[in-house]
């Protein structure tokens, strides 16, 4: 690429007092909206954590209780054949 292809970029000119004020509350609108989105991402993740905690919970309960189940009614046999 050649100098003379470079293209010059040229400088804004100053902003009137009304059009600051406008770029200032776009600004400000733009900060709220994604600091909205930021908030609702965390909501849901934050809730989808606490769903899968439950879920957790619940199924180690469960094992628990399998393992208390089968400790009380399926004692294992003495094996009095032939050993192998």
Partial sequence: MRADEIAVIKP?????????RVA?????VEKARDALKAERDRQKRTKAQQQIFASLR????????AKW????????????????
């Fill in 58 to 65: 619940f199924l180690q309960g469960c094992i628990q209780l």
């Fill in 12 to 20: 804004k000119p100053p902003q009137t007092p009304e059009q600051a």
């Fill in 24 to 28: 200032g509350l776009k600004q400000g």
């Fill in 69 to 84: 189940l089968s400790s009380r009614f399926f004692k294992p046999k003495p094996f009095y054949g032939r050993s192998v």
